[in-house]
């Protein structure tokens, strides 16, 4: 192996590391704001289940490592460097300002700029394959999981509006403990292989592996060990936001949300389309609240996490391409 390409791996564990404690609150958030988790017993499912989603399917990974830059544009191993470092800035920075950003379109962005700025044109962009399985579901996705929330939430007021708050409560404290494991499941088998994707591309653009070799065994495991820790380092501030920052949640609310995110999750996963966790369970965090009325969403934060989702394609696409020019230059002298 090359040095620049023990690189690419050693930064795309840093970003699967970053991914692993920036999306925490993904699945542990709504578990641990309404009590029916321990801080210590949520990190810990999450990483457990994050692990073995990671190892369970590959099909988002392959979508990454051929989907979106053609084979013809020859990529080296120094961009695909450049797009996680991109990615890994506005990792950094979303969560410095904890805003519960994409890590998928952040990698993605970067990857398209760092590969635009290489090839000095637009042609080796699988546009199909942007628009299909990035634009997309960038906009369906948390739709569907607001709709599925709101649904999910109105369906339980419906069923147990007789039924004492209290005992209800505890009731949805404990099936809390699984709608928790499968949103870090579905959350490792869609998150976690954006970096198997980028590796994978690292090593066929070197040459170690063939185009349509799949997954490396190890890739998987390192992938999701790495995404496992970064879990259990935990995310404080974005988890903040999540749990309570967009609207109040009890424990009832805190299942509709995380069960109607997992639903979607799982079915892109099963579509091969790299989605936003973050996106998709933000919406249902908001689809949730308002079943209840309009008015407990805090639709101010909800907008300022709105516009980061917009702008994290292109922002991330312009330090992608910022990264690659940096590093050709050194490279050149």
């Known amino acids: 192996m090359t040095i620049i390409l023990i690189s690419v791996i050693f930064f795309a564990l840093i970003f699967e590391f970053i991914n692993g404690f920036h999306d925490t609150a993904n699945a542990i958030a709504t578990s641990v704001y309404t009590r029916a988790l321990s801080v210590g017993a949520a990190i810990a499912l999450a990483a457990s289940m994050n692990f073995l989603g990671a190892l369970v399917f590959e099909g988002v990974a392959k979508t990454i490592s ?19 470092l991109g990615a890994i800035i506005w990792n950094l920075f979303t969560w410095w300002r904890a805003i519960p950003s994409s890590s998928s ?14 090839t000095a044109g637009i042609e080796d962009i699988v546009w199909s394959g942007v628009l299909e399985k990035v634009i997309i579901p960038l906009f369906t996705s948390p739709i569907i999981g607001f709709l599925l929330g709101f649904g999910i939430m109105k369906l339980i007021f419906v069923v147990l509006a007789s039924r004492p708050r209290a005992r209800t409560n505890k009731v949805f404290s404990k099936l809390q403990i699984f709608s928790a494991a499968a949103v870090a499941f579905t959350h490792g088998t869609n998150d ?10 690292a090593l066929v653009t070197s040459g170690v592996l063939d185009a349509g070799a799949g997954i490396p065994l190890w890739v998987k495991l390192a992938c999701g060990a790495t995404i496992a820790a970064g879990t259990s380092v935990g995310g404080w501030k974005i988890m903040k936001t999540m749990g309570g920052g967009v609207t109040k949640l009890e424990p009832a609310g ?63 696409a312009f330090l992608g391409a910022f990264c690659t020019i940096v590093i050709e230059g050194v490279i050149a002298i």
């Open 66 to 84: 051929t989907g979106l830059v053609s084979e013809s544009a020859n990529l080296e191993e120094y961009v695909i460097l450049a797009a996680l």
């Open 192 to 201: 976690a292989q954006k970096t198997m994707g980028i590796i994978t591309l």
């Open 254 to 316: 805190g299942f509709a949300a995380q069960t109607s995110s997992a639903i979607v999750i799982q079915v892109m996963t099963l579509l091969h389309a790299p989605i936003s966790t973050t996106h998709v369970i933000t919406t249902s965090v908001m689809g949730v609240g308002s079943a209840r009325r309009l008015k407990a969403v805090k639709w101010k934060i909800a907008k300022d996490i709105v516009l980061t989702w917009v702008i994290t394609l292109p922002v991330c």
């Open 105 to 118: 379109h952040a990698l993605i962005g970067s990857l398209v700029g760092a590969s635009i700025v290489y």
